[in-house]
């Protein structure tokens, strides 16, 4: 567990266990039949999607490394007020371009996001993501038509919790 004000995205962190037991069991009881269960190789997403895969063997497991939480380079595991303030200023006045911590932009996020997106909708099968908050937002955007975001207000503020879903289409 982090604690509170933490900023981290590519930190493999486990999750608890019972709260992943927990979200396994609701999650596999609405699934769809052998659905594709693609997972972000972190494993707070990865041991989520181990558990229910075991619940539910027909659903067909696939890691996906496109589906990994953005990279924030040398933010990772600091306090958010930590973080010196002209370094946020910097990143949402460039919010596309810039690689916040030196490691990945959201330009990056959402191109690996898109792509994996329209891997799954050729596919025609159903895809359950086990990912992450940032991922999810990229999902949420593409799924509006938006693929492109120079302005940082408008990344989505809200996204399910661990263990919580949203349904894409």
């Not at 997403?45 to 558990?51: G, K, N, S, Y």
């Not at 696939?62 to 930590?82: M, P, V, Y």
């Not at 099968?125 to 799924?143: D, E, K, S, Y």
Request: hydrophobic share 45%.
């Amino acid at each position: 567990m982090v604690p509170d004000g933490v900023c981290y995205g590519a930190l493999d962190l486990a999750a608890d266990p019972q709260a992943t037991q927990m979200a396994a069991q609701a999650l596999a009881n609405v699934l769809p039949r052998n659905a594709v269960l693609c997972t972000s190789p972190l494993q707070r997403c990865e041991r989520l999607a181990q558990v229910m895969q075991g619940l539910r063997p027909d659903l067909l497991y696939k890691l996906d490394t496109r589906l990994r939480e953005i990279n924030f380079g040398q933010w990772e595991g600091q306090r958010w007020d930590a973080i010196p303030k002209q370094a946020l200023s910097v990143w949402t006045d460039d919010f596309w371009q810039h690689r916040f911590g030196g490691a990945e932009s959201v330009a990056e996020v959402m191109t690996r996001v898109a792509k994996a997106w329209d891997e799954a909708a050729s596919t025609g099968q159903p895809q359950v993501w086990v990912t992450h908050a940032g991922v999810i937002r990229a999902a949420m955007l593409i799924a509006q038509g938006l693929r492109t975001l120079n302005d940082a207000s408008l990344w989505p503020v809200k996204a399910p919790g661990y263990g919580e879903w949203i349904c894409l289409e």
